[in-house]
């Protein structure tokens, strides 16, 4: 049987597929069934910066005097803080406890703030890696590319301070130089990078003319795009790249290993397809590798990407001229 263990941020894991951030990874059951279908490790769902701000704001209001507090605000603050993050390290502590497989805590974070200090205590509640969900909006007229970029190295280098175990960063795609921001990003001693993220983005309902939630679970978007930056960036990063957005099925998987991918995570299709799509995937994987005589990971990984295909301008082509021309064609 072919052996389907692989290295991601240095940590063995016993499959490539990774349940990524989301709802189903903050309960341990969920959780426990994905490790008995092969998930490689598994990413918690996130505590959210602004989960803090709110309990911050949500404690002030409830002492009636805010405006009177003087010095308490300072302990309330800190109080706040504490039980934002008491619930996630307690989820981390049980995590840890109740499961074999890496576990990955996860922190969504938009700003240089006070919440760096607490990735220390995810360290110490015994999370294998960390994973930062780091972006903001590029929405701010006043704001160079310069400066929005500068903002990610100063978080790393804040976080790293703080921490030992692996740091991996869930990154977009909002960079005028992607291919020299991952890079960069990638020799800041970050062990990982996660492409893409995908973002909850606003609709409108025509109807009630009001602003509206675009819809959450979107299964296979995002695929080519994460299945391209891998095999551009493959060889080219100081770290692990893990692959992550549309990834549906077990052939997806094979090809995101085959563009270099270190990992792959999964979300949308443990929502759609059920938790036992993890086994599916592994399944295929397995049964692809079988086929194609390959007993490990390391014999294909990356034998597709960028440097390694004798046409590597078509992971360039953005285009769809052959369509557009053939369209002509037709109307003649
Ligand atoms: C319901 C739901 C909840 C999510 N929660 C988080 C989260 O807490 N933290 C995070 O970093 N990403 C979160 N994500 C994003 C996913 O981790 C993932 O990056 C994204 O869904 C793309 O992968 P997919 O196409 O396999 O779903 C969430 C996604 C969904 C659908």
């Given at each position: 049987m072919p052996n389907t263990n692989c290295t991601y941020l240095g940590l063995t894991l016993?499959?490539?597929?990774?349940?990524?951030?989301?709802?189903?990874?903050?309960?341990?059951?969920?959780?426990?069934?994905?490790?008995?279908?092969?998930?490689?490790?598994?990413?918690?769902?996130?505590?959210?910066?602004e989960q803090i701000s709110q309990a911050v704001m949500q404690s002030i209001e409830d002492t009636h005097f805010a405006g009177a507090l003087g010095d308490a605000f300072d302990y309330i603050k800190s109080y706040s803080e504490m039980d934002a993050y008491g619930q996630y390290t307690h989820l981390v502590r049980n995590a840890k406890k109740e499961l074999s497989v890496p576990v990955i805590a996860s922190i969504n974070c938009f700003s240089d703030g006070d919440?760096?200090?607490?990735?220390?205590?995810?360290?110490?509640?015994?999370?294998?890696?960390?994973?930062?969900?780091?972006?903001?909006?590029?929405?701010?007229?006043?704001?160079?590319?310069?400066?929005?970029?500068?903002?990610?190295?100063?978080?790393?280098?804040?976080?790293?301070?703080?921490?030992?175990?692996?740091?991996?960063?869930?990154t977009s795609y909002y960079f005028s130089g992607l291919a020299k921001m991952l890079q960069s990003l990638s020799y800041t001693g970050i062990k990982g990078l996660v492409l893409f993220n995908r973002f909850s983005a606003p609709d409108i309902?025509?109807?009630?003319?009001?602003?509206?939630?675009?819809p959450v679970f979107t299964e296979g978007e995002g695929f080519?795009?994460?299945?391209?930056w891998i095999s551009i960036m493959s060889?080219?990063?100081?770290?692990?790249?893990?692959a992550s957005s549309g990834v549906a099925s077990g052939e997806d998987v094979v090809k995101q290993l085959l563009a270099g991918a270190d990992a792959i995570q999964v979300v949308t299709s443990l929502y759609n397809q059920g938790l036992d799509c993890i086994r599916t995937m592994n399944d295929i994987?397995?049964?692809?590798?079988?086929?194609?005589?390959?007993?490990?990971?390391?014999?294909?990984?990356?034998?597709?990407?960028?440097?390694n295909i004798s046409n590597p301008n078509d992971y360039l082509?953005?285009?769809?001229?052959?369509?557009?021309?053939?369209?002509?064609e037709n109307k003649r």
């Amino acid at each position: 049987m072919p052996n389907t263990n692989c290295t991601y941020l240095g940590l063995t894991l016993q499959s490539p597929v990774i349940a990524g951030s989301c709802g189903l990874t903050n309960s341990i059951d969920k959780m426990k069934k994905m490790e008995e279908y092969g998930v490689g490790a598994v990413v918690l769902k996130s505590v959210f910066e602004e989960q803090i701000s709110q309990a911050v704001m949500q404690s002030i209001e409830d002492t009636h005097f805010a405006g009177a507090l003087g010095d308490a605000f300072d302990y309330i603050k800190s109080y706040s803080e504490m039980d934002a993050y008491g619930q996630y390290t307690h989820l981390v502590r049980n995590a840890k406890k109740e499961l074999s497989v890496p576990v990955i805590a996860s922190i969504n974070c938009f700003s240089d703030g006070d919440w760096i200090s607490y990735a220390k205590q995810i360290q110490d509640a015994g999370a294998d890696a960390l994973e930062l969900n780091l972006f903001f909006l590029p929405s701010d007229y006043t704001q160079s590319g310069t400066a929005n970029e500068d903002m990610y190295f100063k978080i790393i280098e804040h976080v790293k301070a703080n921490i030992s175990i692996p740091l991996a960063i869930k990154t977009s795609y909002y960079f005028s130089g992607l291919a020299k921001m991952l890079q960069s990003l990638s020799y800041t001693g970050i062990k990982g990078l996660v492409l893409f993220n995908r973002f909850s983005a606003p609709d409108i309902n025509i109807e009630k003319m009001q602003l509206s939630e675009a819809p959450v679970f979107t299964e296979g978007e995002g695929f080519y795009n994460s299945l391209r930056w891998i095999s551009i960036m493959s060889n080219h990063v100081n770290c692990s790249l893990c692959a992550s957005s549309g990834v549906a099925s077990g052939e997806d998987v094979v090809k995101q290993l085959l563009a270099g991918a270190d990992a792959i995570q999964v979300v949308t299709s443990l929502y759609n397809q059920g938790l036992d799509c993890i086994r599916t995937m592994n399944d295929i994987l397995r049964q692809w590798m079988t086929k194609h005589n390959f007993t490990t990971i390391d014999e294909f990984k990356g034998k597709m990407n960028f440097d390694n295909i004798s046409n590597p301008n078509d992971y360039l082509r953005i285009q769809f001229m052959k369509h557009f021309a053939g369209i002509e064609e037709n109307k003649r």
